[in-house]
């Protein structure tokens, strides 16, 4: 059995491989049971694209907070936990009021509304339904 420890996005995983037999493996993440099919190898290195790290924030700050972005280019509504995107309400022009909820995430198998804190026009949607998404990841901006 390895054990790994990773940190994404501030939270710790520990990931315990069990077992290796072929393309499944058998592993816990935090204690919970995983079977996991390898559907092929990476031969390079991945590259992942992520948003610039944000200005340090209070520590009180709400966890589903938009973060007003750089520039006055919109205020971001972000991902509180990773999961899955189940629906995405707004598109882009639509008019959103300070509250309502522009995205469905499902997470831990728990259905999240993600609610904007700001009114105003969406200008950007970052998610479509069916994605898998990070805590800290921009959904949807608002100018």
């Known amino acids: 059995m390895k054990n790994f420890k990773f940190k994404i996005n501030g939270t710790d995983y520990n990931v315990d491989i069990n077992e290796v037999e072929g393309q499944e493996i058998k592993l816990n993440v935090n204690g919970t049971p995983y079977n996991v099919t390898v559907d092929a190898e990476v031969k390079?290195?991945?590259?992942?694209?992520?948003?610039?790290?944000k200005a340090a924030a209070p520590a009180a700050a709400p966890a589903a907070a938009a973060a007003p972005a750089a520039g006055g280019a919109g205020t971001k509504v972000t991902t509180p936990l990773p999961g899955t995107i189940l629906d995405v309400f707004v598109n882009?022009?639509?008019k959103v009021s300070a509250g309502q909820r522009v995205v469905l995430l499902e997470a831990m198998?728990?259905?999240n509304n993600i609610e904007c804190d700001v009114a105003g026009t969406v200008t950007e949607v970052k998610c479509r339904k069916g994605d898998s998404v990070l805590e800290g990841d921009v959904l949807v901006v608002i100018g």
């Open 92 to 94: 882009v022009g639509d």
């Open 44 to 53: 390079q290195k991945p590259t992942v694209k992520r948003p610039a790290p």
């Open 109 to 111: 198998k728990m259905e």
